[in-house]
């Protein structure tokens, strides 16, 4: 039993095994000129020097401020709740004209609006108070 399937020198009919690569070219060329013309954009910028991150141990003195701020937006003066931000002004004054100055230690709720951490920088700055810093928890090791 046999089958005929026809002979090579058939005539005109010819398995063509090859790949057309044309159109993976044009894709490849398209591709080429569009990260051509956006990279040089991409990376324009002006040369500055970031900050390292780095993690200090907090140093408590017992002249420290230390502010708290609530999800709410309560502060806190230590445990104590300060009525509104006048009182807060006029209790860092007091402290202000100390020397040395004591520090301000901000610890917010992750959850705090930042408008809320915002109006107690300002009244630092109404009170006179040179140095503000952030407590936050270090990041956990994996």
């Not at 002979?7 to 990260?35: A, H, K, W």
């Not at 040395?100 to 408008?115: F, L, M, W």
């Amino acid at each position: 039993m046999a089958m005929s399937v026809g002979t090579p020198d058939d005539g005109d009919e010819q398995m063509n095994s090859s790949i057309n690569t044309t159109p993976l070219v044009d894709v490849m060329l398209v591709l080429l000129i569009i990260f051509l013309i956006t990279v040089p954009v991409v990376t324009q910028s002006v040369q500055l020097s970031l900050p390292k991150e780095i993690n200090v141990p907090t140093q408590t003195k017992p002249e420290n401020i230390l502010l708290a701020v609530t999800k709410d937006g309560d502060v806190y003066w230590n445990t104590k709740r300060m009525p509104d931000n006048e009182a807060l002004v006029e209790a860092l004054k007091k402290e202000a004209v100390k020397e040395p100055q004591p520090e301000v230690h901000i610890r917010g709720d992750e959850n705090v609006r930042y408008e809320s951490v915002g109006r107690l920088i300002v009244a630092c700055q109404r009170a006179g108070i040179a140095k503000v810093g952030f407590i936050t928890e270090p990041p956990a090791k994996n």
